[in-house]
Structures are given as structure tokens and as C-alpha cells.
Nanobody, 123 residues
Framework: QVQLVESGGGFVQTGDSLRLSCTAS????????MGWFRQAPGKEREFVAA???????KYGSSVKGRFTISRDRYKNTVYLQMNSLKPEDTAVYYC?????????????????WGQGTQVTVSS
């Protein structure tokens, strides 16, 4: 069983930065692929970024160039560095992990999900 624990959310102003962390416990093969999704009130869950164990990354179009995903394999932790935050980035951010994820930007392939961390960007 894999548990994902997110941290780093908070309340910031437009243009500020935040770094989210997600630490996984459990078999390492279960976290071959790790990603971040977000969900704003009244909206569907949206893909943010993902990274494979090989280092391959993918970003959602709305965050490309502003957010950076990285991972520390020894700590089994994935990070999401969020810069130039905008009010439209306000959402609950969820960490996800999966051993075999064919398509990184869809939630279907991920086996495990964290509880979510709130990010609020004020204008």
C-alpha cells in the first residue's frame, strides 16, 4: 500500500512562488510515475505536471514555463515549484503515483492519490 503525503500549500499573492512536496511510502515501483493534478471549486480535475522515474516530464499548457516538477529518488519525493502564481492557479493540488502510466496527463493511469493541499492565490 502506498501513501502520499502532500505539503507546502498556502495563501499567497499574485506573482509569488510556492513549492509543493509529496512524499511517498511503500514499494518504489509504485512511484515510477508521479504527477500533480488540481481541482478548483466547480471545475473538473486538471492535469498540472508529471514526471517519470527516467526523468521525463510533462506539463499542462496553463502552467508550462511557470511550474517545474522534480523528484528526489532517494527520498521518494516529488516537488512542484510554482512561480508567477496567478489567481486562476487557486485550487486543491493532488499528488498522484502509479507504477505504469501510459499517458501522464490523464488521471486514469494513476493508482494512488494524496489527500490534497490547498493553494490560494489572491489578486
Amino acid at each position: 500500500q502506498v501513501q502520499l503525503v502532500e505539503s507546502g500549500g498556502g495563501f499567497v499573492q499574485t506573482g509569488d512562488s510556492l513549492r509543493l512536496s509529496c512524499t511517498a511510502s511503500g514499494p518504489t515501483y509504485s512511484t515510477n510515475n508521479m504527477g500533480w493534478f488540481r481541482q478548483a471549486p466547480g471545475k473538473e480535475r486538471e492535469f498540472v505536471a508529471a514526471i517519470r522515474r527516467t526523468g521525463t516530464t510533462k506539463y499542462g499548457s496553463s502552467v508550462k514555463g511557470r511550474f517545474t516538477i522534480s523528484r528526489d529518488r532517494y527520498k521518494n519525493t516529488v516537488y512542484l515549484q510554482m512561480n508567477s502564481l496567478k489567481p486562476e492557479d487557486t485550487a486543491v493540488y493532488y499528488c498522484a503515483a502509479g507504477s505504469s502510466v501510459l499517458v501522464l496527463d490523464t488521471s486514469r493511469g494513476y493508482d494512488y492519490w494524496g489527500q490534497g493541499t490547498q493553494v490560494t492565490v489572491s489578486s
